[in-house]
């Protein structure tokens, strides 16, 4: 094991390995992001897995003494964090979102989107929640976008689909985790290749990296699906696609909810579409909205 880590063989209490693991991790060139945005979330991250706890230590249990065994499975995991350079929820198998709890590997993607908040928030104001019945996800991945709308809106019949056979093993395994398996019908489709009828809503993340862009990456994310984030030159090769291809799929009313990103500019130069930019409280950018009167016209 890699004496870096021997820092962590004098902390007697969470609180001690607490800090020992921030100082760790602070004193190396990581990228945080995938899930955690600094040291210290990460740290409280680790100790939260390894003793299997939903909600971070408060400070009473900070203060109790450390399992035995402890030390060296977190050693385990600095060693995958440090020299691996993997992100943390590929280590944990497990990721956030909607403050729902995922499993993921690196089968698909990390969830980190922006939409949660647009979720948590019943769709509203860009839509009437009691106007939804047919919801549609395009690239799944783990099924936290899906899963988490299904949880809400329980009366609504979601679809999700991905291309990705693989993914959609992580998401059958999550719906089936979450209870959700019968309310959301999970696809193998490339885009809308094999869906049918018509829905409310359109929602993705499509993958929208740009060549160059991806080539810039940090190390972290390397550990994730190619078919996740690369998107050719200009990161459009799939939002073009889909903005192409969904009216035949929208109802009259219905809207499309769009993850660009780093794509985001290349997309407004690209379609001549009164697109509306999301702005969140909570942070985050780069998602757009557009209704399916502006998309048929």
Request: some cysteine.
């Amino acid at each position: 094991m890699d004496t870096r880590f021997e820092l962590i063989n004098r902390s007697s209490t969470y609180h001690d390995l607490l800090h020992d693991i921030e100082t760790i991790l602070s004193n190396e060139d990581l990228f945080y992001g995938h899930g955690t945005d600094n040291a210290m979330d990460e740290s409280m991250a680790i100790i939260m897995h390894l003793l299997q706890s939903h909600d971070p230590l408060k400070e009473d249990q900070l203060k109790a003494s450390i399992q035995v065994g402890f030390l060296k499975k977190a050693k385990e995991i600095l060693y995958q964090r440090i020299v691996e350079l993997k992100p943390l929820p590929y280590i944990t198998n497990e990721a956030y979102f909607c403050g729902k709890r995922f499993y993921v590997d690196e089968r698909v993607l990390i969830p980190r989107s922006p939409i949660a908040e647009l979720i948590n928030n019943r769709f509203e104001p860009w839509i009437k929640a009691s106007s939804l019945n047919r919801i549609l996800e395009i690239g799944t991945g783990s099924g936290c976008i899906a899963l988490s709308i299904a949880s809400i809106f329980s009366d609504t019949e979601v679809v999700a689909t991905d291309v990705s056979s693989d993914a959609l093993d992580v998401a059958a395994m999550n719906a089936k985790a979450h209870d959700s398996d019968n309310q959301v019908k999970i696809i193998e489709s490339d885009l809308f290749e094999n869906v049918n009828g018509v829905f409310d809503l359109i929602i993705t993340n499509p993958p929208y990296v740009p060549t160059e862009v991806m080539s810039d990456l940090p190390k972290e994310y390397l550990h994730e699906p190619d078919l996740a984030l690369a998107a050719g030159d200009n990161g459009l090769d799939f939002i073009s696609r889909i903005l192409h291809d969904a009216p035949p799929f929208l109802s009259d009313n219905g809207i499309v909810i769009i993850e660009a990103g780093v794509a985001s500019e290349k997309m407004e130069e690209a379609f001549n579409m009164p697109f509306i930019w999301i702005d969140f409280e909570k942070g985050g950018e780069g998602v757009a909205l557009i209704d399916a009167s502006s998309l048929k016209n």
